[in-house]
C-alpha cells in the first residue's frame, strides 16, 4: 500500500521560508515522478511542481524561481523548498505519486497524502 505523508507546513509572513517533506512508502519510490499540488477551499487542486527520478523538475510559472523541489531516494523523502512565499501561495499542499502537470487533478489519480497547511498571511 501506497502511504505518503507531507510535514513542515505552517504560517508565514510574506517573503519567508518552508521547507515541505514527503515521506513516501510502499512504491519505488527511485523510479517514479512525484507531483506538489496545492488546493484551497473552493478552488480546483493546482499543480506546483513535478520532479522526475532522473532529478529534473518542472514549476508552475507562478512559483518558478521560488521554489525548488528535490528527492532523497536513499530515504525515500521528497522535499519543497518554498522561498519568498506570497500571499497566494496559501493552500493545502499534496505530494502525489506519478508525475502530473496540469490543474484540477482528480484524487482518484495517484496516490495523495494526507497534505500539508501552508498559510502566508501579513
Known amino acids: 500500500e501506497v502511504q505518503l505523508v507531507e510535514s513542515g507546513g505552517g504560517t508565514v509572513q510574506p517573503g519567508g521560508s518552508l521547507r515541505l517533506s514527503c515521506a513516501a512508502s510502499?512504491?519505488?519510490?527511485?523510479?517514479?515522478?512525484m507531483t506538489w499540488v496545492r488546493q484551497v477551499p473552493g478552488k480546483g487542486p493546482e499543480w506546483v511542481s513535478v520532479?522526475?527520478?532522473?532529478?529534473?523538475?518542472y514549476y508552475r510559472p507562478s512559483v518558478e524561481g521560488r521554489f525548488t523541489a528535490s528527492r532523497d531516494s536513499v530515504n525515500n523523502i521528497l522535499t519543497l523548498q518554498m522561498n519568498n512565499l506570497k500571499i497566494e501561495d496559501t493552500g493545502r499542499y499534496f505530494c502525489?505519486?506519478?508525475?502530473?502537470?496540469?490543474?484540477?487533478?482528480?484524487?482518484?489519480?495517484?496516490?495523495w497524502g494526507q497534505g500539508t497547511q501552508v498559510t502566508v498571511s501579513a
Open positions: 510502499g512504491l519505488d519510490f527511485s523510479r517514479v515522478a
Open positions: 502525489v505519486r506519478g508525475g502530473h502537470i496540469g490543474d484540477n487533478l482528480s484524487k482518484s489519480t495517484g496516490a
Open positions: 520532479n522526475h527520478a532522473a532529478g529534473h523538475s
